[in-house]
């Protein structure tokens, strides 16, 4: 494999890689929220101050 053609592919995977972890914590949260309401006994309202937080940190991390 050429050097340049191994960069190539270094780059797609940090982008994959990047993509992918920009998404995990919306998803995880669909998914662990009825279990964290049960454990810390939280209205169904409080799912949306966790995303306005959520959306505060990627807005952060696009300004960046």
């Known amino acids: ?10 780059l797609i995977g940090l982008a994959y890689l990047a993509f992918v972890s920009l998404g995990l914590p919306d998803g995880l949260i669909g998914v662990a929220w009825p279990s964290i309401r049960a454990h810390f006994n939280l209205p ?20 960046y």
Do not use: C
Request: aromatic share 6%.
């Open 1 to 10: 494999m050429t050097r340049r053609r191994r960069s190539g592919l270094v």
């Open 44 to 63: 169904v309202d409080a799912l949306g101050w966790l995303l306005v937080m959520f959306t505060r940190r990627l807005s952060r991390v696009e300004l």
